[in-house]
């Protein structure tokens, strides 16, 4: 059974720093694409950041909203995947949430997973 577990978030005041953290466990042959999402009170969910390996070379697309004050990073070696977040604001109060697409051992397809979310909160 594959699971993402997060960690990281907490109360931060604004201009603060936060590092999210999101593991993946189970018997897994590969991990595709992997994520971080995020859902304000009374809002859909949106896409924060996404990132790619290919030919061992990653590649990470940002929300305008979060160009040049997050980043996202991956250890394929230990199946997780991080969320940097600097100069953070109080907009980017929301809860936090991993999406991966996951191949799971002994089987032909890839998946998407998504963790339990971690709450991220923003204010003095």
């Known amino acids: 059974q594959v699971q993402l577990v997060e960690s990281g978030g907490g109360l931060v005041q604004p201009g603060g720093s936060l590092r999210l953290s999101c593991g993946a466990s189970?018997?897994?042959?590969?991990?595709?694409?992997m994520g971080w999402y995020r859902q304000a009170p009374g809002k859909e969910r949106e896409l924060v950041a996404l990132?790619?390996?290919?030919?061992?070379?990653?590649?990470?697309n940002y929300a305008d909203s979060v160009m040049g004050r997050f980043t996202i990073s991956r250890d394929d070696a230990k199946n997780t995947v991080y969320l940097q977040m600097n100069r953070l604001k109080p907009e980017d109060t929301a809860v936090y949430y991993c999406?991966?697409?996951?191949?799971?051992?002994?089987?032909?397809?890839?998946?998407?997973?998504w963790g339990q979310g971690t709450q991220v909160t923003v204010s003095s």
């Open positions: 999406n991966a697409n996951i191949r799971p051992g002994g089987t032909r397809n890839s998946y998407d997973f």
């Open positions: 189970g018997i897994i042959f590969s991990i595709n694409r």
């Open positions: 990132i790619t390996s290919r030919d061992s070379t990653n590649y990470a």
